[in-house]
């Protein structure tokens, strides 16, 4: 192994903890508490260093947030891998248990997805790939119950906005959540053509 590569061995390893330990505070503490500061502290590196490889918390949020979408891509494909035989309205509600669950587990990674200022591009050209990956992810099994004359991608759309209210009010206490099964269950009834 050259020293080049070495060294960006290293680089590598290096935001991998810094992604890491970023992700941690946030979901023990809240992302107000990871602080470039903080993260040197635990990290044990310098803040110049972790300068070297994000500008600041906003990219920091950012390169969580890809790494958040990836695994909740992968969610959603077990979710609906593991339904398939039982068929397409199983499929969908499988799809809208494991979003929830996700956000649920996850709210700080959740957070810095879909609601944080992360510098990502979405619905674009140059929207990442992990952030088209997660949308793909949803419309593999949505764009399939759209229904005559809707358009598949927006119908993944409005399904996945009506997710995103369900993910959201619940977290913050503005819905029962002795009612999250039945709301699944009309969500699934209602939008998909089954």
Excluded: C
């Amino acid at each position: 192994m050259s020293v080049q590569e070495r060294k960006e061995r290293e680089r590598a390893g290096r935001e991998r903890l810094i992604v890491a330990t970023a992700r941690e505070i946030a979901e023990q503490q809240g992302w107000d508490a990871v602080t470039t500061r903080r993260l040197a502290e635990r990290i044990e590196y310098s803040q110049p260093v972790l300068y070297s490889h994000f500008r600041g918390k906003r990219e920091i949020i950012g390169a969580v947030a890809l790494q958040g979408s990836a695994e909740l891509a992968a969610a959603v494909r077990a979710a609906t891998s593991a339904a398939a035989t039982d068929g397409s309205r199983a499929q969908v509600a499988a799809l809208a248990r494991a979003y929830l669950d996700f956000a649920e587990r996850n709210p700080a990674l959740y957070d810095a997805i879909f609601l944080l200022d992360n510098g990502l591009p979405y619905a674009v050209e140059d929207t990442p790939v992990p952030l088209k990956d997660a949308f793909a992810a949803l419309m593999e099994t949505l764009g399939g119950v759209a229904g005559e004359g809707a358009e598949p991608g927006l119908f993944t759309e409005v399904f996945w906005a009506s997710l995103h209210g369900l993910a959201t009010l619940t977290r913050a206490g503005r819905l029962l959540p002795e009612d999250a099964g039945q709301r699944v269950e009309l969500l699934v009834d209602r939008l998909a053509v089954l």
